[in-house]
């Protein structure tokens, strides 16, 4: 069983909708909750991270851990055309902890 | 502007043949990775640095070597480059402060035939 299990879609919404897009783990040591967004044919890019459990809201993202629960969320209010693109969800340890464990990565298609 | 630049885009290289893909990075970064990215397996991790001359281990090793002769720099070297290695290549590197985030290169499609 892999540390971090992620849906591959892929994922085809109608422009505007709300997006959710989830990671389970199980590992209960991971502390810091991470989504990466990677368009075609680009290397990934951070888009959110969260410490612990909680919610952290970014614009039209909502970034949700429970750990209780060992899974995380993105949502995506009023989705974009330009929202088209992988998200990886990644995790850590702690702070300091160099090496990241990744999910293998949703793709997501927002049509206009 | 932050960067992480690979030397190559595209890579097609003759089974058996030596490999070197390069990496640099501009922000003085301590930590340096290599990951190997194919569809369904999501990124795995290679090998990575922490200083010049140190080197870690990921979770794919084999097959792979790394250098890191200077702090900017990572190299991923494949000694013989075998068919089940075609893959998408990724180079990363992060701080301190905020190891977590991680700045990705455009990455390298390596093709062995």
């Known amino acids: 069983q892999k540390e971090v299990e992620q849906d591959p879609g892929p994922l085809s919404v109608p422009e505007g909708a709300i997006v959710s897009l989830n990671c389970t783990y199980s590992n209960s040591a991971f502390q810091y909750f991470m989504w990466y967004r990677q368009y075609s044919r680009k290397g990934p890019e951070l888009l959110m991270y969260?410490?612990?459990?909680g919610n952290k809201e970014d614009g039209r993202f909502t970034a949700q851990v429970d750990k209780s629960s060992k899974y995380i969320s993105l949502f995506i209010r009023d989705s974009q055309p330009s929202d088209s693109a992988t998200y990886l969800c990644a995790m850590c340890g702690s702070g300091s902890a160099r090496q990241l464990t990744f999910g293998s990565g949703t793709q997501l298609t927002v049509l206009p | 502007d932050v960067k992480v630049t690979q030397s190559s885009r595209y890579l097609v290289k003759r089974t058996g043949e030596k490999v070197f893909l390069e990496c640099v990075q501009d922000?003085?970064?301590?930590?340096m990775f290599w990951y190997r990215q194919d569809p369904g397996l999501g990124l795995r991790l290679i090998y990575f640095s922490y200083d010049v001359k140190m080197k870690e281990k990921g979770d794919i090793p084999e097959g792979y070597s790394v250098s890191r002769e200077k702090k900017e720099r990572f190299s991923l070297i494949l000694e013989s480059a075998s068919t089940n290695q075609t893959s998408m290549y990724l180079c990363a590197s992060s701080g301190p402060p905020a190891v977590y985030e991680q700045y990705f290169g455009p990455g390298t499609r390596l093709t062995v035939t």
């Open positions: 969260t410490y612990s459990s």
């Open positions: 922000m003085d970064h301590e930590n």
